[in-house]
């Protein structure tokens, strides 16, 4: 363990009493642990605050790389250098020792990790795994008008972006969601990305959909994780279609009284002079 005194480990948390307590252990002694708290109404803060975090209580919009809520955080912390992180997810000791010492080496502003999957407590492989830019320097990355599923823009050179191995060092993300708690995320993340969201086509979707299948399940390897694998390639690509369907509906106005109006034409049409 090395302690960096130039890093805060940011942890996002909403009535995760279950799982707090993991990715503060996780976390403490490598640097100083910030829970950026949405209101929980369970036991959330008073473990955060007994493993020593400080807390701060802000409600997102629904997501929380949004402006507003990132510039509280550079504003909350006081140290030059912020880990984005979640209740559901442990970076092992080897990783959080590399992100160290690539603090400590002066030579970067921002550090890539790679994050991989565990669904239904089996590990996913390379399916849906993805990099972000998940320890930065305040100054490093621009959150101006960002957008749900973005994450910022960099302000460095590509020389001052530190990608660390993702066969050696990766975040592991235990999803923990029922099929049925699943329903009500994708319901409300993709409401938001729906209003920013472009219709492309009946074909193209099933053309992404169907290179996202081969992609993931069998080059990425969630087939090797058997039936819950298979389940998380399947609930990814559910969620590309309930999105691809509210985009095509807001594009074409189509909520419930419009499609009524169109079912009523053809009700008349098969009634005739009745």
Request: charged fraction near 25%.
């Amino acid at each position: 363990m090395k302690f960096c005194d130039k890093l805060t480990f940011v942890v996002f948390t909403y009535n995760e009493e279950k799982r707090i307590e993991r990715v503060l252990r996780n976390f403490t002694g490598w640097g100083h642990i910030l829970v950026v708290d949405n209101h929980s109404t369970d036991l959330t803060r008073d473990i955060a605050e007994k493993y020593g975090a400080t807390v701060i209580l802000h409600k997102n919009p629904g997501w929380v790389e949004d402006e507003n809520t990132v510039t509280l955080i550079k504003q909350a912390v006081n140290t030059p250098w912020i880990y984005w992180g979640f209740a559901d997810e442990i970076l092992n000791e080897q990783g959080l020792l590399e992100v160290v010492n690539a603090i400590e080496s002066d030579k970067f502003k921002i550090i890539n990790l790679a994050r991989k999957n565990f669904y239904y407590g089996k590990f996913c492989h390379d399916a849906y795994a993805d990099r972000l830019n998940r320890v930065f320097q305040k100054a490093a990355i621009d959150f101006t008008g960002n957008k749900i599923h973005s994450f910022g823009k960099t302000t460095v050179d590509e020389s001052a972006i530190c990608y660390l191995d993702e066969r050696k060092y990766y975040v592991r993300h235990f999803i923990s969601n029922t099929s049925k708690i699943y329903l009500a995320t994708i319901d409300r993340y993709t409401d938001i990305e729906a209003k920013t969201n472009k219709y492309s086509g009946g074909m193209k979707l099933f053309a992404r959909l169907s290179k996202q299948f081969i992609k993931t399940y069998f080059i990425g390897g969630a087939y090797k994780a058997g039936t819950p694998g298979l389940f998380f390639v399947i609930q990814m690509m559910y969620y590309q279609s309930i999105l691809a369907m509210k985009t095509y509906e807001r594009e074409h106005a189509l909520d419930v009284d419009g499609i009524e109006k169109l079912n009523n034409i053809e009700r008349e049409n098969l009634l005739g002079n009745k």
